[in-house]
């Protein structure tokens, strides 16, 4: 039976060389800090990685991690569906920065907004596009209709589609001097 357990900053902090951590965030958020000695696989990428996730549990216990705690639980519950246990930290990197925790920075990174804060601007301004259409053209209401449904929907199922395509945009790309995930992979599966 695979299980998944949420630790706090401080006990994540104290047991942090016991674990193989894992930033599931884009590697632009990633390269913008985390946690000493994480392996960045984006939550997009991390059912292909799934293989060698497992045999790197065998090694050591696994952290997913990511900016709130929301997305590393998603990618503790793939892993769980692949027989991997994982552990997730409440808060993510946020509190563990709060926490007084050290966070590394890739060298010339620049800052990415966090994901939720780049989902929260996308759909106010689809929201307020939308609302000043509808103004002109009453059919234009429908632009802040489908975001409202959207933003629903993805409460409802703790999914986010808008965020999945955000990742995909070249400001939450990986830097150049990024290591490649095939690289992290083959780090991990030594």
């Known amino acids: 039976m695979t299980t998944s357990t949420a630790l706090t900053p401080s006990q994540a902090a104290a047991r942090i060389g016991e674990f193989t951590v894992i930033d599931v965030r ?10 000493p000695g994480a392996h960045n ?4 990428r991390l059912n292909e990685a799934a293989a060698v996730l497992k045999r790197a549990a065998h090694r050591s216990p696994l952290l997913i991690v ?11 519950e793939q892993l769980t569906a692949h027989g991997i246990d994982a552990a997730t930290l409440e808060g993510g990197t ?6 007084g925790c050290t966070v590394e920075r890739s060298v010339g990174a620049r800052a990415a907004w966090p994901m939720d804060r780049q989902v929260r601007l996308a759909a106010g301004a689809l929201v307020l596009a939308g609302f000043l259409a509808g ?3 009453r059919p234009g209401h429908w632009v802040s209709g489908a975001v409202g449904a959207g933003l629903v929907f993805s409460g409802m199922t703790n999914t986010c589609g808008m ?15 990024t290591v490649p995930l095939e690289e992290t992979l083959l780090r991990l599966d030594a």
Do not use: V
Not at 26 to 35: F, I, K
Not at 163 to 177: G, Q, S, T, V, Y
């Open 41 to 44: 696989i984006p939550l997009d």
């Open 135 to 137: 103004l002109a053209r």
């Open 94 to 99: 946020s509190a563990w920065a709060a926490s």
């Open 66 to 76: 990511c900016a709130s705690g929301t997305r590393s639980a998603q990618g503790c």
């Open 163 to 177: 965020a999945a395509a955000l990742a995909k945009l070249p400001h939450n790309r990986p830097p150049r001097n």
């Open 26 to 35: 884009t590697p632009g958020e990633y390269a913008a800090g985390h946690l």
